[in-house]
């Protein structure tokens, strides 16, 4: 490891550790580190096609496949963080709306990127699937910005 990548990652406390999933998100530690390609813009992009959360009146499960994307500032996510944070969710119950726009909010004040964009593709409760979209603006010039796509639900179809 060069000594600079070794500064960098000094700061980090649960990459390489044995770390138990916190109790709920806002137990959950998010860390980034210094984006590796200073004064260029790209876009990152994770996806979790088996997120889960709880239905916050019935205790029921939800699940989604949710797609996040967004273009660097001055740092990118931990993805081990990452997957801690949205794996915090698995025994918190939330609302659709409000479950994507706190996975939002955690990540830009983190990270503060030049751009983000979130898709929550919720599977169907009730016979209806609700979507969730959200992002910070218009997405920066000359960034290559693909479509997420996920196919609506379909049903048996």
Partial sequence: MTDKLGDQLGGLTQLGQRVAWPAS?????LERVAAPAEGKQYLVRFTCPEFTTLCPLTGQPDFAHIVIDYVPRDWIVESK???LFLGSFRNHGTFHEGCTMQIAERLIATLDPVWFRIGAYWFPRGGMPIDVFWQSGV???GVWIPAQ???GYRGRG
Avoid: N, R, T, Y
Wanted: glycine share 0%; proline share 29%; net charge negative.
């Fill in 81 to 83: 963080s990452l997957k």
């Fill in 149 to 151: 796509d996920v196919p």
């Fill in 139 to 141: 997405p920066p010039e």
């Fill in 25 to 29: 998100p806002d137990q959950a530690v």
